[in-house]
C-alpha cells in the first residue's frame, strides 16, 4: 500500500535559521511527487512537482529535491511569512494524490 | 484569489438536514476531486470526476452524494450525517493527462454537524 510520512511533525525556526523538512514515500510506480503549503482557513496552494530521482525545483527561499524513497523541502534563510503547514503527496494512479499529514513549520521573529 | 471557488465557506447542520456544497473551477481542467479534511489526519480523497464521469469513490458512505453536471462545477450533497462528519471540505481540479498534473485546492467549506 502506497505510504506517505512527513517529518518532523512540526518545527520551530528563528528567522534566517535554515533547515529542512522531510517526507518519505513508498509507492508503486512514481507519477509525481508534489509539495504544497497550507495556511489556517485555507486550501492546500501547489509549491512543486518532482518527477524523478535527482531532480530539483526551486521557488525564492524553498527547494525541493528527489531520492528514490524521500523527498525534501528546504529553506534557506526563512522568514515569518514562510509559517505555514507544508503538505507532501504523491501520485497514485492517472488522478489519486495520497498525502502526509504534514509539517507544522513557525518561524520566529 | 484561487481559479477554485468554493460555497459556502462556513455550514453549520444539523443531523437531520440536507444540505449541498458547491465547487466551481475557472482554471479550463478537466478534472475534479472532493477531499476531506480532519484535525490531525492526512488529507483523504472522497471521489474523483474525469471529463465529468465519477472514476474514485473511496468508500464514502452514501450520506455523501457527488454531482458533477460539467467541467467546471462539482457538488457534494449531504444527508443524515454524522458528528464524525465535521471537517474541512476541499475541492480541487487538475488537468487529467494521465498522470503527474498538479491538482488546485479550493479554499474549502468548514462544516460543523451539530
Known amino acids: 500500500e502506497d505510504q506517505v510520512t512527513q517529518s518532523p511533525e512540526a518545527l520551530r525556526l528563528q528567522e534566517g535559521e535554515s533547515s529542512s523538512l522531510n517526507c518519505s514515500y513508498t509507492v508503486s510506480g512514481l507519477r509525481g511527487l508534489f509539495w504544497y503549503r497550507q495556511d489556517p482557513g485555507k486550501g492546500p496552494e501547489f509549491l512543486f512537482t518532482l518527477y524523478s530521482a535527482g531532480e530539483e525545483k526551486e521557488k525564492e527561499r524553498l527547494k525541493a529535491t528527489l531520492t528514490k524513497k524521500e523527498s525534501f523541502l528546504h529553506i534557506t534563510a526563512p522568514k515569518p511569512e514562510d509559517s505555514a503547514t507544508y503538505l507532501c503527496?504523491?501520485?497514485?494512479?492517472?488522478?489519486?494524490?495520497?498525502f502526509g499529514q504534514g509539517t507544522r513549520l513557525t518561524i520566529n521573529p | 484569489e484561487t481559479g477554485v471557488t468554493q460555497t459556502p465557506r462556513h455550514l453549520v447542520m444539523g443531523m437531520t438536514n440536507k444540505k449541498s456544497l458547491k465547487c466551481e473551477q475557472h482554471l479550463g481542467h478537466n478534472a475534479m476531486y472532493w477531499y476531506k479534511q480532519s484535525a490531525k489526519k492526512p488529507l483523504e480523497l472522497m471521489f474523483v470526476y474525469s471529463l465529468e464521469e465519477r472514476v474514485e469513490n473511496n468508500s464514502v458512505p452514501s450520506r455523501f452524494s457527488p454531482e458533477c453536471p460539467n467541467s467546471s462545477h462539482l457538488f457534494l450533497h449531504l444527508h443524515t450525517l454524522q458528528p464524525e462528519d465535521s471537517a474541512l471540505y476541499l475541492c480541487?481540479?487538475?488537468?487529467?493527462?494521465?498522470?503527474?498534473?498538479?491538482?488546485?485546492f479550493g479554499d474549502g467549506t468548514r462544516l460543523s454537524i451539530l
Open positions: 503527496a504523491v501520485q497514485q494512479g492517472a488522478q489519486k494524490l495520497v
Open positions: 480541487a481540479s487538475s488537468q487529467d493527462q494521465g498522470g503527474g498534473q498538479p491538482q488546485h
